[in-house]
Each structure stands twice: as C-alpha cells, then as structure tokens.
C-alpha cells in the first residue's frame, strides 16, 4: 500500500513539474516538417498525393471547410454565406485585412479568378471536365 502511494505521489510531481517546464509560444524562426516523401506540386487543383496536400493544407484555405468529423460547414476565408432558394447561386462574406503571402490583398476578384482558372482548366485531378456538381 505505500509503496502505491509513493508511486502515485512520483507520478503527481512528474507531472506537475512536466507542466511547469512549458515554453511560451515562439512567434517566427524555422519549422522542419519530416514527412515520406516530396510534393508532386503545390497547386491543390492540380495533386492528388499525400505529401503534396499535408503542404497545401498549410500552405492554401478555402472560403469554407468541413468541422472535424462532420459534414458540417463552417467559415474559412468566408465570413458567411448564403444560398439563393434554387441552390444554384452562393454568395460569400468574405473576411477583410486578409492577405496571400506576397502582401497581395484577397478579395472577389482573386476567388473569380481561382474558381474560373480551376472551371477552364480540362485536366484537373478532381473535378475531370469543369467541375462535377452532385
């Protein structure tokens, strides 16, 4: 029974002490990502492995996603959004003083032309000839 109860007590000071030795958060430096191979590329329209998209995903953010585990949309880039009572016209709040990573500022235009660019394009790896809509 005591040697139990030193072992717990050893467990809570460990503990205890783990947590004091937190860092603060560090703003800048250099990350290393390890993963199992290198990017095909890093245009999201256009791959379809993985190593390409744990970089994209890092790298590139939608207007909206899908919650973790759910089907269930919530904002990105968009603020909000609505959707006209035929389904077919969607329009998007999208968030101000938001910029790409040359100082570019997102707007309207750069969403039409993102989406137009992928809707031309006949050989992207998810959506074949334009985009398939369920």
């Known amino acids: 029974m ?3 109860i030193g072992i717990v ?3 809570l000071v460990l503990l205890v002490y783990g947590t004091a030795l937190a860092q603060t958060p560090k703003k800048g430096g250099t990350l290393i990502f390890g993963r199992g191979g290198d990017s095909v590329g890093l245009d999201p329209a256009y791959e379809t492995d993985g190593n390409s998209f744990m970089i994209c995903d890092n ?3 939608g207007l909206v996603f ?3 585990e759910s089907t269930d949309t919530e904002p990105g ?3 909000s959004w609505t959707i006209a009572p035929d389904g077919k ?3 998007f709040k999208l968030r101000k ?3 790409f990573h040359d100082g570019t500022p997102f707007n309207a ?3 039409v032309f993102s989406h137009g660019r992928q809707m031309k394009e006949r050989k992207l790896k998810f959506f074949g000839k334009g985009w398939d809509i369920p």
Do not use: N, P, Q, R
Request: aromatic fraction near 8%; proline fraction near 0%; include cysteine.
């Open 2 to 4: 005591v040697k139990k």
């Open 9 to 11: 007590l050893c467990i």
């Open 59 to 61: 790298v590139h953010e």
């Open 66 to 68: 899908y919650k973790d």
């Open 77 to 79: 880039l968009a603020e």
């Open 89 to 91: 016209t969607y329009t």
């Open 97 to 99: 003083g938001v910029k």
């Open 109 to 111: 235009d750069a969403v």
